[in-house]
């Protein structure tokens, strides 16, 4: 008698999956479901790019594999993942992913943005009104220090003016006439250590053209001649 019911049990279990997972199938061919509306959360990415990837179908029906549409989007320059959800009765929702701009480069149409791997981006810097450091050319070691800026320190990086390598790896940063030097890709700590010198500078209205940090638990300041 128990063995019954468990099997019962079992077997209304596997129906009642069996619609669930059978539903979806069922309702692609029904045009009540055919999309109708695209809601799209992306910072960077426009429309237009993000539907050309996709490739939607005139008559799509918000019930199809939304698997495809995903892994077209993954193939967009520039996203590093993709999420398509679906609202009742036709609307899908595309959440993008995407990789951060953190500098302009010169390219044979104008400037281009690139990412912290030094990797151009399909951005329009145009339409997205970003005011980004200025590079001469793409270089990793310099994008790898303006995102952690970016995320250790965001408003030293706001006033980057540009940033260049010196001698050896020493990267060197433009800031409204103003440089900072370090001998290589800093640390999060070098960062604050930088930004907490610039803000007791400026608290006390002193000038200075250069906050030099190549060297272990210092900052060096050089000030502006009198």
């Known amino acids: 008698m128990t063995v019954t019911r468990r ?4 077997v209304g279990a596997a129906l009642v999956v069996g ?3 059978a539903l979806p ?13 695209i809601e799209l959360v992306a910072e ?5 790019q993000v ?3 996709a490739g939607f179908a005139r008559d799509h029906n918000i019930f199809a594999s939304s698997r495809t549409i995903r892994h077209r989007l993954e193939t967009l320059p520039g996203v590093v993942a993709a999420e398509v959800n679906r609202r009742l009765p036709a609307t899908l929702t595309i959440l993008l992913e995407e990789h951060q701009p953190v500098a302009l480069v010169p390219g044979e ?7 912290a791997e030094a990797r151009p981006l399909p951005y ?6 970003l005011d980004l450091p200025v590079m001469r050319h793409a270089d990793t070691k310099l994008t790898r220090t303006l995102s952690l800026l970016l995320t250790a320190d965001p408003d030293l990086y706001a006033e980057i003016d540009g940033v260049e390598r010196g001698a050896g790896d020493m990267v060197i940063l433009e800031l409204e006439g103003r440089q900072v030097l370090w001998r290589d890709v800093p640390s999060v700590r070098e960062i604050r250590a930088v930004e907490a010198v610039r803000r007791l500078l400026l608290a006390e209205g002193a000038s200075f053209v250069q906050l030099d940090a190549r060297f272990r638990d210092a900052v060096i300041v050089r000030r502006s001649p009198a």
């Not at 329009?124 to 009104?129: F, I």
Request: charged share 15%; glycine share 8%; proline share 2%.
């Open 7 to 10: 099997v019962g049990l079992l």
């Open 109 to 115: 149409a104008g400037l281009l943005l690139v990412d």
């Open 124 to 129: 329009v810097p145009e339409v997205l009104g």
């Open 51 to 53: 539907m050309t990837a």
């Open 44 to 48: 960077y990415h426009t429309a237009e």
């Open 19 to 21: 619609t669930f997972v």
């Open 25 to 37: 199938f069922a309702l692609r061919h029904v045009d009540f479901f055919t999309l109708r509306r």
